[in-house]
Each structure stands twice: as structure tokens, then as C-alpha cells.
């Protein structure tokens, strides 16, 4: 079952916040939340990571309900190297097992 | 700092030959994890090693196998190469378990 689920795209347009959603509804309460996006042919690269409280970074905002259910990836102005794929996923037990689900491939327009 | 190493970044192979990837982790990084991924199944965990020690396999045939060495590069070796095998493997590393991981850029490994 998954694990995460994420719209398969969006757009937006360069200079806006994207907002991007997730849905985990089955998370414990131990497991984080981690973002990491992937750019054509390259490794996934680390964005923000998350327990139970908002959290922000350089590069972006996590926003997670207070039931944890869900979060919000938010990329505050969207620049067009930021058009890549985006996962949202969470450790599968302990150890640095993740299920990456399908993920969100986001295109920002110029 | 130097990020993950992988070799090679492409790799052809024909069916039912062996391949051995290599991958060398950020330095005094200790947890080594691969990846393989696929168009149709997207990213999906193969194994993880951690001191030396596999700590984690994913739900792979035993054709897929690694180990990790003393100074905690890793390695991880597919036998008798499918086409199904056609994919980017990618190696990851953390300093410790439970960290967030910094990925390779991958090998690309190509089943003819």
C-alpha cells in the first residue's frame, strides 16, 4: 500500500510559491517526512525533512497538519532550475529505508 | 567535500552476463544504500549496508547481491542480467542510520 500520495504534475509560473501537496495518511508518529527532488538523469538531492512542526530551510518550507496526515512543500519564488521532479516520502522502519511513491513532477513557467 | 561517487556512469551489458557497480561514499559517511530506478516502477529500495553489515533488502531477486567494505565504499553486483534489469542504479550515503541520504548521480545500466 502506498506509503505517500502526490499529484502527478503541476505547473507554476516563475516567480509565484509553489505549493506542493502530500498525502500520508497511514505515517506513525515516530516517522519524519522527508522532500527530495530529482532533476533529469541526476540522483534525488535532500530539500527538508519534518516531524510534527513546520519547518524551513534555504531552499524551501514544510508545512505538516496537526493530525500529520498531510504536508505542503513550499518552493517561496520558483525559478525555472526549480522544474524537477518532487517526492514526498517517509522511512520505511528504521534503518535509511524510504518509499519514494510516484511523485510530482512540477514545471515552472517562465 | 566530495558528494557520492559512482563508476561507471554507463554500462551496456548483454543478457545473462554479470555486472558489478561501484560506489564510494561521502567521506566518514558509514551507511551505504542503492536504488534502482525505472520508468515503470519509478525509485524502489534494493539494500542498504551500514558498518559493513546489510541492515535492510528491499523485495528483489537474489540475482541482486552488494557488500560494503572497511572503508565503507560499497559495491553491488546483478548476475544473469535481464533485460528488466535495464535501469539507473543509484548508490546513496548518510553518516549514520536514520539521516537524511545525499545520492550519486548513478550508473545507467543498459540490458541488451
Known amino acids: 500500500d502506498a506509503k505517500t500520495t502526490q499529484p502527478p504534475s503541476m505547473d507554476c509560473a516563475e516567480g509565484r510559491a509553489a505549493n506542493l501537496p502530500c498525502n500520508h495518511s497511514?505515517?506513525?508518529?515516530?516517522?519524519?517526512v522527508y522532500w527530495y527532488r530529482q532533476i533529469h538523469s541526476q540522483g534525488p538531492q535532500y530539500i527538508i525533512h519534518?516531524?510534527?512542526n513546520n519547518e524551513t530551510n534555504e531552499m524551501a518550507s514544510l508545512i505538516i497538519t496537526e493530525d500529520r496526515k498531510s504536508s505542503t512543500l513550499i518552493l517561496p519564488h520558483a525559478t525555472l532550475r526549480d522544474t524537477a521532479v518532487y517526492y514526498c516520502?517517509?522511512?520505511?522502519?528504521?534503518?535509511?529505508?524510504?518509499?519514494f511513491g510516484t511523485g510530482t513532477s512540477l514545471t515552472v513557467i517562465p | 567535500k566530495a558528494g557520492v561517487t559512482q563508476t561507471p556512469r554507463y554500462l551496456i551489458k548483454t543478457r545473462g552476463q554479470q555486472v558489478t557497480l561501484s560506489c564510494s561514499p561521502i567521506?566518514?559517511?558509514?551507511?551505504v544504500s542503492w536504488y534502482q530506478q525505472t520508468p515503470g516502477q519509478g525509485l524502489q529500495f534494493l539494500f542498504e549496508?551500514?558498518?559493513?553489515?546489510?541492515?535492510n533488502k528491499g523485495n528483489f531477486p537474489g540475482r541482486f547481491s552488494g557488500r560494503q567494505f572497511s572503508n565503507s565504499r560499497s559495491e553491488m553486483n546483478v548476475s544473469t542480467l535481464e533485460l528488466g534489469d535495464s535501469a539507473l542504479y543509484l548508490c546513496?550515503?548518510?553518516?549514520?542510520?536514520?539521516?537524511?541520504?545525499?545520492f550519486g548521480s548513478g550508473t545507467q545500466l543498459s540490458v541488451l
Open positions: 546513496a550515503s548518510s553518516h549514520l542510520l536514520n539521516e537524511k541520504l545525499f
Open positions: 567521506s566518514g559517511h558509514r551507511s
Open positions: 497511514t505515517i506513525s508518529g515516530n516517522e519524519y
Open positions: 519534518g516531524l510534527k
Open positions: 516520502i517517509v522511512r520505511v522502519g528504521t534503518g535509511n529505508q524510504f518509499y
Open positions: 549496508y551500514f558498518s559493513e553489515t546489510q541492515r
